[in-house]
């Protein structure tokens, strides 16, 4: 006993460092009163870039909901056998990934090349190709990128993938001004971003290029990372001859950041047995932090299949969680996520984001929301649609009820550890303070203080099947 | 030996983790000089509001020293019997008790009703109720407020109850703007920082409020969580009728924040023997982070107890401080205090805050204070009295001396472990310096840099008495 | 096994607590588009102020890429026996000694003086001396210097030390705005940032002081701390006369900043021998966190020797670097740095940033340097010589080449654990990449994706003559 003492003192500290630690170094880049919202609109993406194999759609991050959270949000789609160039950006991203599957490179640095092509495989070739794991993806599924970590993305299904990205702008981890950038190290996309920078301005740069886009009747862009390199500087870094050096440029290249791939994908991957496949992917409860390294840290967890709720009430849906316990990643990158699903008329209790700001996609159907900011003024009343964003600024009541058959979302939140505090319901803060205080507070009577702490058994979902049960109760 | 190795290493990273990470992420909203400081002035709350049962006093948060520490200061007083009604902030909070005694709850999401009345007790009422922890509190309390954790606040005492509270704006907790924001979940309270946000310009939805209150012919305002929220939407949260739902938006409540008990205030609490209650609190010696879960973490430490003193110079003062190593939680809102009184005439030795804001309330007495910038000019030096609050920035030189029979005060300093470095004395910077280095940069004897590193033997506090020696001796 | 688990649980937690938090909580000043940088240059020093025995020189840190990097910088010339009065600053500072050698003393608040003069030293003096530890240095040291914390330095060599300075005004341990600032405990020093405060504008206070030095026919200033607090109030504290205090003041003292030792400096040392000195220098190796306590914490780590090379290239040249691996105090202020050299026609391989903004300063030679942003524009594409800053934002490639016999450098990074991805070489990101999704990416045959992957099998550096080794095979 005493042996272990020091181990468990120490374990102590340690876990209450992630206790405390979670959640660290948000920067807000607001001087004023970004979060004096009045108003807070569901919203649609308001710029949509075409691209040769598919669509990349942005909100515009000046939305004064967006600079509140700090946040910049995207929507890609990339059809079947289509390829997302790799690029990094400058802030961490969470997707997630609203339909279809593939995989996706995440390159670390100093990380070796553990995927390496059998000497079978390509005997007559020029060699064995070999390079760092490639990990696959599916619906439901929510990937964290780092700040600075170049990833690529292959859509190998029949079905289109549709992702949703949030950038996490304010995060400390990202050390340059509070514009969303992408630096691509291929093709020759347009910047995503680029109407919203400068406010609307164009920089200086950026004018120039499209001017000498238009001297030069159209295509003759350069947007990657080797554009601003010479050419000769290229053949010397890769040790190559100048004309290959210049196809890096990509300066004739039309088709967009994401292309498509001629005949199919090759790369080394591990067998696809569908029995070994559930096996890793079941994993996740024995993550211990033990068995994991940098190099092949956990980068995705599936949120979305019904068996991972982690909130289940028949009658009214369920919700799913991410954050540091179940995806260490996360702590790094200090953002969480929640899948929820809400049936046929269900409500998700009124509540507030304790440590965060929420940002909310719907993914199927619709819903009634009402935010409520410190005044206690309705700063949104109204629908939450298929594929609009909506932001819940920490600290302020929402309430969601679902008008359709079926109300899907993904709340994107702004802390590794985000935590809730439910208004009504069995573990609400309503229910943790003395019937008396609350019978003095709204003056009401013991008894009707007492309804108000304990009517409510459920917890975050209720189905409008227990009002009628109240109703017949009263 | 080898085997505990590990552990102690573990041990070693764990304790310096602590140490490093003391006093992480505090944002600063100043884009551009909001601590080139003049001239600092004391000053006393410029706002105050009347309730039921006490006042709530504001410094305007838009004062340049407070812009600069990035801090809003409230003084509320609670009348015998008076209850705070629940609310929670978007910034952590720490609060100092000035004067009185009461019960606060505080309620942590997710942690259980460990409160429970007992089976005798309300046998023939409509149940047992059953709330979270409820503690009391004290003259002399330090109390610790997460950002967006909701508690309330009775006073039980025959005294009113004086509080004084920091809110840390430049949190990274605070993930909103830098106003302060109170969200109540009862009642109809005005807004404490209301004048002093949109930097003295109301919000148009305020602006509506107040027209709506006026063409209505007063009180008829809404201003808690409920009141943006339908009371239909309320009753079927909570699975009570609508008229009870109505009660809770609380329209025509014009108690205030603050309001009166009816009757004494019932609820659940341990029996309150001297004797446990101070074996209770003498046990602060024994917290060694084991027996602390996040449910029924330590929120409160007494600093106003002469015997809890951490300097003690009979003839000149003491100093209470407390800080994250005796008060764990304080790591989590990265705040700490220090509470001091000095004697007739005594000093306070000349020093700075090494790396936190320090805002000292005056609790008693007058003293005279001198606080001098990077350019040697003094931008404070003048009387502070009873009820005036002074910032100090980081790294500014500061002395106090006693100008009354005493001196109390109480600092809130923005980083939870706050350091000061002593400009003269024992343990001074001064001191730490070879004395021929001394000699050379002030061109002044070897004799004479002896007698300014050894003359002084007191460390942070000097009674005017020592002076006279040095006279006779001199 | 079993027993020793919690321990190891505990160590992975704890060194994914050092993972995941190095790297915390950089604060970005910056509202709007400062690192919007359409043009960097590489720059020298703007201001000059000439001290008795030395010379200031600053870079104005309202230059753009400093804006955006938050940082501003200095270097100091301190001629043979110059003392660089003691001082501290409200950012954490990396210092670089570019040349000589000497003692620093740096002031830990209550930390004991462990120097002490032996009783056969000074028998006939005034009593013993005693200080806290001194510290020497040389050429190529990395000394960090804490927020707050005092410190001073002498020249004990025979050249002039010069040192560069990087102040990481953007440091959360900053809790004032985004000026840098010296505080002086002794002599008359002029503000070195004092023209780039205020965006050029002079504050009042300053405006006034410099006012009163004209009426005052020059010399009279005092900006030293004493100067703003009353010479009764120093006698007290002090416990001397109020003349001594008011040499205190430093009024007629126009020696500035850096001045002249009468005589030889005097101070507790232990013995200088050789073999000691190299047997502390070298014992680095053996620190591993255990045996440092906050007092004796290490506070410098030699980059200069070759010996100390973490790259090595023998025909292209080698890197070295520090960061909080290997000096943990570099957790604490969260700045890293690496030391570079470059031979002939060498180049340092195209690379990102990946979590750190990057300070070039120009020890000796010149290259020729590209940087480029997101959009693919080469924002610098020039020389940097020596004595030239130069800044790489986060996330921004950068290429170097030699044009010199010799380039050599250091770079100032804004993270503890700064990391750096390639573009090109065996360690690089595309190295990572399937070769199909180079090829698909940027249209190039499976054989030339090859050729990009593998033909470059050095890490970080190449010399030309690799080059010649591609034309001969290709």
């Known amino acids: 006993m005493a042996r272990s003492s020091p181990s468990l003192l120490c374990l102590s500290l340690c876990l209450s460092a992630l206790l405390f630690h979670a959640s660290q170094a948000r920067q807000q880049w607001q001087q004023g009163n970004e979060c004096q919202l009045d108003r807070i609109n569901a919203i649609e993406p308001d710029n949509r870039i075409q691209s040769e194999a598919g669509t990349i759609e942005t909100w515009n991050p000046s939305h004064q909901q967006f600079q509140c959270a700090g946040v910049a949000i995207v929507r890609r789609t990339i059809e079947p056998n289509g390829l997302l160039l790799p690029s990094y950006s400058n802030t961490p991203q969470l997707i997630y990934i609203v339909q279809g599957r593939g995989h996706t490179g995440i390159m670390f640095p100093g990380c070796p090349e553990t995927f390496e092509e059998s000497q079978q495989f390509e005997e007559g070739g020029s060699g064995r190709d070999q390079h760092q794991k490639v990990r696959t993806f599916r619906e439901g599924d929510i990937i964290a990128i780092p700040a600075g970590v170049a990833h690529w993305c292959h859509n190998d299904g029949n079905d289109p993938v549709i992702a949703v990205t949030v950038h996490d702008t304010s995060s400390h981890l990202n050390q340059l001004d509070n514009n969303?950038?992408?630096?691509?190290?291929?093709?020759?996309?347009?910047?995503?971003?680029?109407?919203?920078?400068?406010?609307?301005?164009?920089?200086?740069?950026?004018?120039?290029?499209?001017?000498?886009r238009q001297r030069q009747g159209g295509s003759s862009t350069c947007n990657n990372l080797f554009c601003g390199l010479d050419s000769s500087f290229i053949a010397e870094a890769f040790n190559i001859d100048e004309s290959l050096a210049r196809k890096l440029q990509g300066e004739n290249d039309n088709r967009g950041s994401i292309v498509r791939v001629e005949g199919q994908l090759e790369f080394v991957r591990p067998p696809k047995r569908i029995q070994e496949e559930r096996q890793l992917q079941g994993g996740r409860g024995l993550a211990n932090g033990l068995e994991e390294t940098f190099c092949s840290m956990r980068m995705k967890e599936n949120i979305g299949d019904p068996s991972r709720a982690d909130i289940f009430t028949p009658e009214a849906g369920r919700i799913t969680t991410v954050n540091s316990h179940n995806l260490p990643v996360l702590r790094w990158i200090q953002l969480s996520a929640e899948r929820g699903v809400?049936?046929?008329?269900?409500?998700?209790?009124?509540?507030?984001?304790?440590?965060?700001?929420?940002?909310?996609?719907?993914?199927?159907?619709?819903?009634?929301?009402?935010?409520?900011?410190?005044?206690?003024?309705?700063?949104?009343?109204?629908?939450?649609?298929?594929?609009?964003?909506?932001?819940v600024p920490q600290n302020f009541a929402v309430v969601k009820r679902c008008e359709s058959d079926r109300f899907e979302w993904v709340s994107f939140k702004t802390n590794d550890n985000a935590m809730v505090n439910s208004i009504a319901g069995r573990t609400s803060a309503i229910r943790a303070i003395p019937a008396d205080v609350l019978a003095n507070a709204w003056r009401v009577s013991p008894e009707e203080a007492r309804k108000l702490?304990?009517?409510?058994?459920?917890?975050?979902?209720?189905?409008?099947?227990?009002?009628?049960?109240?109703?017949?109760a009263a």
């Open 180 to 212: 969303p950038r992408n630096f691509y190290l291929a093709g020759n996309p347009e910047d995503e971003f680029q109407e919203s920078q400068q406010g609307g301005r164009l920089s200086r740069s950026q004018d120039e290029k499209r001017k000498r």
């Open 453 to 472: 702490k304990f009517n409510r058994q459920e917890t975050h979902l209720a189905s409008s099947r227990s009002q009628s049960f109240r109703a017949a």
């Open 342 to 391: 809400l049936y046929n008329e269900a409500m998700r209790l009124p509540h507030w984001n304790l440590n965060a700001n929420s940002i909310i996609y719907a993914i199927r159907g619709q819903a009634r929301v009402q935010i409520v900011n410190e005044n206690g003024n309705s700063v949104f009343d109204g629908e939450l649609r298929e594929g609009q964003v909506l932001t």
